[in-house]
């Protein structure tokens, strides 16, 4: 059999080795917590489930849904303009996606071509590379470096990289850095886009985890953006409905019409009823909101302040579901760390040699587990004494 060379470029994702790792030990009967992926454990509020519960009652919601619901892309237009001061025209200006994982592995395919250049950051989600890699780009990296808090730094890339790019994806809050930018920075990428003709697509799934009294806002409402560029949300994290696979994708209206003209020939749409789940969602009572982003809080304060204690300080996250820090000084490669660190404490997270080049020496922590669970595993990790370079070796 052949197959195809693009294929290539992929080897099995950092995940799935992952989840291999913790199935052996629970067949062997050992303890695991895994804080590896970001699978938020905090459910829906109760309005949102009956909304989908109700919904799914219905025999008439079993039908391709072939199109996003007037009153779904209606909603979704009345969150942005509420949330974030951002007009959009919803027939025109918004479309949806299953998951913003699906949107980010798409997208490419309606704006790039075989070879063209797409600028991702370094590090960063994988599929923000995968899905350029998917329709034949070549990748340049932009660095998000310790030293600038993570910031790309669009002055560093060469002029002769930027007048071929067509194609660049930021995010911030972001995942795996837990970094924030500041408004200087999206006023100097709408300049930069504009200067070099490229489309730009801003993730902005972690918007509402942002901690310490902190706000967070749209790169669509900074003038200028809807010119270059789209963003995508997501109600994963901040409703709770990462099963349900629901984002959306806002802004320029041609990037948008060139999605939705891609994905009217992969897929049939939404399935309604989590259409009126999303519908739920973001045109509901907000009020639990601020309780997923205050539980996510006191994830973070026990762990930073838990590994501070063992010795391993940790510079507590302004944003994000994750802890995105620096190896232990004793270990020079974050994968090492990491296999360590489950077969000696039973404890999974993700080496940050996963999201590119620069991740290397450091580590990303999902606070997807209970505060007991958490402290069970600062436990499992100070039991093992692999924080201290003298025990490693007994």
């Known amino acids: 059999m052949r197959f195809a060379k693009r294929m290539d470029h992929f080897s099995e994702g950092i995940f799935t080795k992952l989840l291999d790792i913790k199935r052996r030990r629970l067949d062997n009967g050992q303890p695991v917590i895994d804080l590896s992926v970001g699978t938020p454990n905090i459910p829906p509020a109760p309005h949102i489930m009956k909304a989908l519960g109700e919904a799914a009652a219905d025999p008439a919601n079993y039908i391709y849904a072939v199109n996003d ?66 329709a034949g780009a070549e990748l340049y990296y932009m660095p998000q470096k310790e030293e600038h808090n993570y910031v790309i730094q669009l002055q560093d890339i060469p002029e002769a990289i930027a007048e071929r790019a067509k194609f660049m994806l930021v995010s911030y809050p972001n995942n795996p850095t837990t ?41 669509l409402a900074f003038p200028g953006a809807m010119d270059v560029g789209i963003e995508f949300n997501s109600l994963s994290k901040t409703y709770g409905l990462a099963g349900a696979r629901i984002g959306f994708c806002m802004g320029n209206s041609a990037v948008v019409s060139m999605l939705k003209k891609l994905k009217s020939n992969m897929d049939y749409g939404m399935f309604i009823p989590i259409q009126k789940a999303a519908i739920a969602a973001i045109s509901g009572d907000q009020s639990d909101v601020a309780r997923v982003r205050s539980i996510y809080e006191e994830r973070r304060d026990m762990l930073c302040e838990g590994f501070a204690k063992l010795g391993w300080p940790i510079s507590k996250p302004e944003a994000t579901m994750f802890i995105w820090t620096r190896i232990p000084a004793h270990y ?63």
């Open 69 to 134: 619901q007037k009153e779904l892309l209606q909603a979704a237009s009345d969150w942005y303009r509420q949330r974030y001061q951002v007009e959009l025209n919803p027939e025109t200006e918004i479309c949806s996606l299953l998951g913003s994982q699906e949107g980010l592995a798409h997208i490419s395919l309606s704006i790039v071509d075989e070879g063209d250049l797409v600028l991702v950051p370094d590090p960063c989600y994988p599929v923000f590379a995968d899905g350029p890699l998917l």
């Open 332 to 394: 020079d490669s974050s994968e090492q760390f990491a296999t360590d660190l489950v077969k000696r404490a039973g404890v999974i997270v993700t080496p940050g040699s996963a999201f590119g080049p620069s991740g290397e020496g450091y580590v990303r922590f999902a606070l997807v587990q209970d505060l007991e669970q958490l402290q069970q595993a600062l436990h499992y990790v100070e039991a093992s004494g692999m924080l201290i370079p003298e025990k490693l070796s007994r």
């Open 179 to 219: 970094a924030m930018a500041p408004d200087s920075f999206y006023e100097d990428l709408i300049a930069f886009a504009k200067k070099y003709d490229i489309i730009v697509l801003h993730d902005n799934a972690y918007s509402e985890l942002v901690f310490d009294q902190q706000t967070c806002g749209s790169f």
